[in-house]
């Protein structure tokens, strides 16, 4: 059962534009989630997170939004640098640790 | 602030061989994890420590699997014996103590690339 889903593999985005990055979660039990980025043989670096009693979290480019109605939540990169193209996971955090989606390439275009 | 080291980098072993990873935690960090991420995959906890005690181990394959924190502050992780399937990265992360602000933000190491053939 995956409790975290990231249902898009990759995303190409031009420079300067916006990218957004999706999530889906099924379990509604958690206290919050958080965005990691990971670059090829690096481990994941935090990026951003957000609680539950919120619906949007920013922090300089990069904005979060909690739909819990739709139990959907998405990143937002804007503008979009060459230095974002990463892999992207989505995990949401509770007592029992961390639950990771199985990550989306974001390629930034010049 | 030195971030969290894991060593080896690399290791490539034939089936049925043993083999043993090493993390040193941030310092003054009492959660230790490790996780195991398939290609293609996002990362699966295996194990978490605090301090020396384990609170969860609910997906370590203990039959060939095993982790120790016997003081609180590095880890290790073995596996014997490896299967081709254990082929994976396996990351070691850290974090505050549960409580604490920013408890839940968990800082991951380079990982240790392991291949099994």
């Known amino acids: 059962d995956q409790q975290v889903k990231q249902n898009s593999p990759s995303l190409s985005v031009q420079e300067g534009r916006i990218s957004i990055l999706n999530c889906d979660y099924t379990?509604?039990?958690?206290?919050?989630f958080l965005w990691y980025k990971k670059y090829p043989a690096e481990g994941p670096t935090f990026l951003i997170s957000?609680?539950?009693?919120?619906d949007k979290n920013e922090d300089g480019r990069f904005t979060v939004f909690l739909n819990k109605s739709a139990k959907h939540l998405s990143l937002h990169i804007v503008p979009s640098q060459p230095g974002d193209s990463a892999v992207y996971f989505c995990?949401?955090?509770?007592?029992?640790?961390?639950?990771f989606g199985k990550g989306t390439h974001l390629i930034i275009q010049p | 602030e030195a971030g969290v080291a894991q060593s080896p980098r690399y290791k490539i072993i034939e089936k049925r061989q043993s083999v043993a990873f090493w993390c040193n935690p941030i310092?003054?960090?009492?959660?230790l994890y490790w996780y195991q991420q398939i290609l293609g995959q996002g990362p699966k906890l295996l194990i978490q420590?605090?301090?020396?005690?384990?609170?969860?181990d609910s997906q370590l394959p203990k039959d060939r699997f095993s982790a120790e924190r016997l003081k609180g502050v590095d880890s290790t992780l073995k596996i014997q014996p490896a299967k081709l399937e254990d082929s994976a990265v396996y990351l070691c992360?850290?974090?505050?103590?549960?409580?604490?602000?920013?408890?839940?933000?968990?800082?991951f190491g380079p990982g240790t690339r392991l291949t099994v053939t």
């Open positions: 992360a850290s974090s505050l103590a549960p409580g604490l602000a920013g408890a839940y933000e968990q800082y």
């Open positions: 379990n509604s039990m958690f206290d919050y």
């Open positions: 957000i609680s539950s009693i919120k």
């Open positions: 995990a949401k955090g509770g007592a029992d640790g961390l639950t």
């Open positions: 310092s003054g960090h009492a959660t």
């Open positions: 420590f605090q301090n020396n005690g384990v609170v969860d």
